[in-house]
């Protein structure tokens, strides 16, 4: 509840804790608007984007940040711990930012559209921290924010986004055109046209298979997802729904929602006194077994979620001095948990008792709150906290993407995943009450696909967000 408090500082001011006031939180798990859950069935539609080819169609989802003018490069590279060496327009890159103490805020996909033209896509928190550097920091730069439709009531964006995704996607794409496709690397994009529409496509990929992402002005996307639809009649082209869209991180290994972290430290009193009382921060929710009184210890570092790659000492950028610091420490590891399938039956059949219920495992996303965080244990201390859960079709198996201490990440390692809330539960509508279990799990590599693992090997796409 944010009250008539203005500012995410008065509402943390009033709160008993940050934890408990993210705990119990009204917000649910971050929907997915604008597209039906299921336009034929959520199995069918995951099984699609490793068998034939699929449309994720990402217009309504995310929000957008356009940054332009002169200072633009210099206002991103201060914030970001990519490298900008050879960024230039025409390409794209995963963009990290961190606070002053090196805690990851969010991640997004940066654009690179003109020399002092750029655009970020994903969600809000790393979007408000640029803006919040942009209009106080002294760059002579420009803003504009493109909210997502959930938080809009025009039903409308300023770009449609689609993705062509699978082993028949380029196959696709390339009746779409009209023409083969030049080879475009990944990360790189350029202007092609599809039913007599200039189109952005960028080399993308999301479940390790080939494919574009294409965008372009909100009202030629009717005509734009028209055309990809007929192209992939003949090649099993399958339109995914709000349902299985979002476990697709399962079987790629991006973990989609860190906490941003930016509840607590002085010198982020003033960022936070500039943050909304009802924005994403304030309104945003925390679940899940693990439960700490410290918010700090649901901050993730960029090495927790596999971006150690990515943070370059070649520019001056916040949280700079820290990561130096953190940069030769043990570091944990982003795993995949495959959860035993018993354990799992177990606990689903716990749902037929009067008492003693487990808590709900929704299919194929079983992620109840914005931010989950599961303990993982090893005989019953806690070596890592699971991030994101569901099942896969494709693998037959329900699985979770978890950080855990590099002594217990080695695949094939035994651990134990704790599911549901203590003491009955919090307060989130999502919750009912039930009593926690304990299920199994193997530690596994990420991503879990081996399609996606060898899409992702060095030189490849480790080395195109770098």
Request: hydrophobic residues 40%; charged residues 25%.
């Amino acid at each position: 509840m944010t009250g008539g408090h203005r500012s995410l500082e008065e509402l943390l001011a009033a709160a008993e804790s940050p934890v408990e006031l993210l705990r119990n939180s009204q917000a649910g798990p971050n929907v997915y608007p604008g597209v039906p859950a299921e336009f034929t069935n959520w199995r069918d539609e995951q099984l699609a984007w490793q068998r034939t080819c699929v449309l994720f169609n990402q217009s309504y989802h995310m929000a957008e940040l356009a940054v332009e003018g002169p200072d633009a490069l210099e206002l991103l590279s201060r914030l970001g711990v990519n490298t900008f060496a050879g960024f230039k327009p025409g390409k794209a890159k995963q963009f990290v930012p961190c606070t002053y103490d090196g805690y990851v805020i969010g991640d997004v996909i940066l654009f690179a559209l003109g020399d002092e033209r750029f655009n970020l896509v994903g969600r809000a928190p790393v979007l408000n921290w640029v803006t919040y550097h942009a209009e106080t920091g002294g760059f002579d730069v420009t803003v504009e924010f493109d909210q997502r439709t959930a938080l809009r009531t025009d039903g409308r964006r300023k770009h449609y986004r689609f993705q062509i995704q699978g082993p028949n996607a380029m196959k696709v794409i390339e009746k779409a055109l009209g023409h083969p496709p030049e080879e475009l690397k990944f990360f790189n994009m350029r202007t092609e046209r599809i039913a007599a529409r200039e189109v952005c496509a960028l080399r993308h990929g999301m479940a390790g298979q080939p494919g574009w992402e294409l965008f372009g002005p909100w009202d030629e996307g009717e005509e734009v997802h028209d055309a990809l639809v007929r192209a992939g009649e003949e090649f099993g082209l399958a339109l995914v729904g709000g349902r299985a869209y979002s476990s697709n991180a399962l079987e790629s290994g991006w973990i989609p929602s860190p906490l941003p972290a930016v509840y607590t430290g002085e010198k982020l009193k003033a960022y936070r006194e500039w943050l909304p009382a009802k924005g994403y921060e304030g309104s945003a929710s925390i679940g899940g077994s693990f439960s700490s009184s410290d918010i700090e210890d649901y901050y993730f570092t960029p090495w927790d979620l596999g971006y150690g790659h990515l943070v370059k000492f070649d520019h001056d950028f916040v949280g700079r001095e820290a990561l130096e610091d953190m940069a030769t420490a043990e570091h944990r590891t982003k795993v995949t948990l495959a959860l035993e399938d018993e354990d799992v039956a177990r606990t689903i059949g716990t749902m037929f008792q009067k008492t003693g219920r487990a808590k709900f495992i929704d299919w194929p996303s079983a992620v109840y709150a914005m931010h989950p965080f599961d303990r993982v244990t090893v005989d019953g201390e806690t070596v890592g906290v699971s991030t994101w859960i569901g099942y896969s079709a494709n693998e037959g198996k329900m699985l979770t993407l978890a950080i855990l201490d590099a002594e217990y990440a080695e695949p094939g390692t035994e651990v134990t995943f704790v599911w549901g809330e203590e003491g009955g539960g919090s307060a989130k509508p999502t919750v009912e009450t039930h009593v926690q279990t304990e299920i199994g799990a193997v530690v596994s590599p990420v991503p879990y696909v081996e399609a996606v693992r060898r899409s992702y090997a060095p030189g490849g796409w480790r080395a195109a967000h770098a």
